[in-house]
Structure formats: structure tokens, C-alpha cells
């Protein structure tokens, strides 16, 4: 499976197991599935176009933290929503922070954090207010620690996150029958893998 921009698209490695006949044995490759990176539009009012336009027009990730900053107005509704976890939301704005400085592991780190925090979602400021800031934050981090040839990999969960905006992106087109074929592959090792 191949790809014209590697850079929006998140890799997952897919073992396959083959059957060699001749030689009575089982080998197992490892084939890449390309799921491409599906972007969120914002809420469709006039607060979360703002913060969309702002941070995409500085092509940064929508930190919550600095959110705050530039828009007083949702002081309370980022704090009524994510007040248990503003140490990590902090701490995010921290490495989004070392990553625009050229910290490469402040990207990686910026990943796990998103993916971490996007369990936590939807919440009033998200769904109302600001928009699907999380999935914009995941593609945003995934393309810089692309653009870099950093390697690193995703939650299961997540993974199967992208493969469904990607798919939903997709309908009406023309199937990807290999790309179809490697997500239900997959799909069958994930549910097969010892915990």
C-alpha cells in the first residue's frame, strides 16, 4: 500500500502470517496500512471558528490552556470542563510548547497526552464551545512527528478511531479493497493478541 504524502497519514504496522507450502512453514510479514488523517471542521459558530482560524493560520495544535489566554469568555467553561485534568492539560501546553521550540519527544509526548485525553471527551466546552479540538490536536501531532521520520505508534483504540473518520471521510467513494483487506487483518490480530 502506497501513498503519495506519507505526512498525513498515520502508519500502523499488520503482521501477516503466510503459509509456505514447499517448506511446510509459517512466516510472518509485517505489511504498513496507511490510514489517512481526516481533519475536524469547527462547531459551526463564531467562537470555535475563531480558535480554529487562529491556531491554523499560526499552524499550531488548539491548546486549551492558551485558549484561555486568547479568549477570556470560556474561562469557565474550560475550567467547569476539564477541571480534573488541568495538570495534564498543562502540562500538554508545556510540550506543544517545547515542540514548536524543535523538541522531537515533546511531540511524541504531546501524542500520548492527546491520546490520553481524548477519553475524556465530549465535554460541554468541545461539544458547544470550542470544537473536536482533540482529533485536530491527534493529526496535528502525528503529522510533525511524520514531517520529522519519527517512528512511534498509537492506542488500538485510536487506531481504530482514525480507521472509522477515515472511513466515514470515504463513503460514497470507491472502496480500497487492500486497504480494506489490512484494517480487517488488523482488526482479527488485535483481538488475538494476548494481554
Given at each position: 500500500m502506497e501513498v503519495k504524502d506519507p505526512i498525513n497519514y498515520y502508519v500502523e504496522p499488520v503482521e501477516i502470517e503466510i503459509y509456505l507450502k514447499k517448506a511446510g512453514k509459517v512466516r510472518t510479514i509485517i505489511k504498513d496500512m496507511f490510514v489517512e488523517l481526516i481533519d475536524p471542521e469547527p462547531l459551526d459558530n463564531d467562537?470555535?471558528?475563531k480558535i480554529f482560524d487562529y491556531f491554523k493560520s499560526r499552524n499550531e495544535p488548539i491548546?486549551?490552556?492558551?485558549?484561555?489566554?486568547?479568549?477570556?469568555?470560556?474561562?469557565?467553561?474550560?475550567?467547569?470542563?476539564?477541571?480534573?485534568?488541568?495538570?495534564?492539560?498543562?502540562k500538554l501546553s508545556m510540550y506543544f510548547k517545547a515542540g514548536l521550540s524543535g523538541s522531537a519527544d515533546s511531540w511524541r509526548l504531546a501524542l500520548y497526552f492527546t491520546?490520553?485525553?481524548?477519553?475524556?471527551?465530549?465535554?460541554?466546552?468541545?461539544?458547544?464551545?470550542?470544537?473536536?479540538?482533540?482529533?485536530?490536536?491527534?493529526?496535528?501531532?502525528?503529522?510533525?512527528?511524520?514531517?520529522?521520520?519519527?517512528?512511534?505508534?498509537?492506542?488500538?483504540?485510536?487506531v481504530m478511531y482514525l480507521i472509522k473518520r477515515r472511513n466515514k471521510a470515504y463513503e460514497g467513494k470507491p472502496k480500497d479493497k487492500e486497504f480494506e483487506k489490512l484494517v480487517e487483518l488488523?482488526?482479527?490480530?488485535?483481538?488475538?493478541?494476548?494481554?
Open positions: 467562537t470555535s471558528k491548546d486549551v490552556i492558551e485558549i484561555t489566554n486568547l479568549f477570556p469568555e470560556l474561562i469557565s467553561i474550560v475550567f467547569e470542563s476539564y477541571y480534573h485534568n488541568i495538570n495534564l492539560y498543562e491520546e490520553l485525553l481524548m477519553k475524556f471527551e465530549p465535554t460541554i466546552a468541545s461539544s458547544q464551545h470550542i470544537g473536536d479540538f482533540q482529533t485536530y490536536n491527534l493529526n496535528y501531532c502525528i503529522r510533525k512527528l511524520n514531517a520529522l521520520g519519527e517512528k512511534f505508534l498509537l492506542e488500538d483504540s485510536t488488523w482488526q482479527f490480530n488485535v483481538k488475538e493478541r494476548p494481554f
